[in-house]
């Protein structure tokens, strides 16, 4: 199976003390494949994300997504409950070590597409925690 979507990735972070959270939606298209039990949702980075040059591949299984960048931003993520996972995430502006602690994580995906639900800390070296949430939803281009 391969098929053109509309991919929409909504991401909040929410900072301590006094400031607002912070929400960015992208919504574009791309690929639609599934290998095996797995799903793959693969479109290019624009300059709304800041990370233009970059392709996404969102690895979709049963328990768990894995967020794969390759291009100016460089970055393999796996969010799945009760795991904590590090990995470094590399930028045009430098290279950092990142610690994904997921809280939640909740994925309804079928052939025709469907909903990632994920809330989460990253953590960086020398840096304060921050709260994150991202929802994912993947349908049928018209």
């Known amino acids: 199976m391969n098929k053109k979507v509309l991919i929409s990735v909504k991401t909040t972070q929410y900072s301590d003390g006094d400031g607002q959270p912070e929400t960015l939606e992208l919504i574009t298209e791309g690929d639609y494949i599934k290998k095996g039990n797995e ?3 693969i479109y290019d980075e624009t300059e709304i994300s800041g990370m233009e040059g970059t392709t996404t591949t969102l690895r979709i299984l049963e328990d768990s997504l ?20 590090v990995s470094l995430y590399a930028t045009p502006y430098g290279a950092i070590e ?24 990253m953590e960086a070296p020398g840096l304060d925690s921050i709260k994150n ?3 994912l939803n993947i349908k049928e281009a018209q």
Not at 66 to 80: V, W
């Open 66 to 85: 894995n967020i794969i960048r390759k291009g100016t931003t460089t970055s393999d993520l796996l969010f799945k409950k009760g795991l904590n996972h």
């Open 39 to 41: 799903y793959l949702a």
């Open 98 to 121: 990142v610690t994904i602690r997921p809280r939640k994580v909740m994925i309804d995906v079928d052939d025709n597409g469907g909903n990632v639900e994920l809330e989460y800390e």
């Open 133 to 135: 949430s991202l929802l």
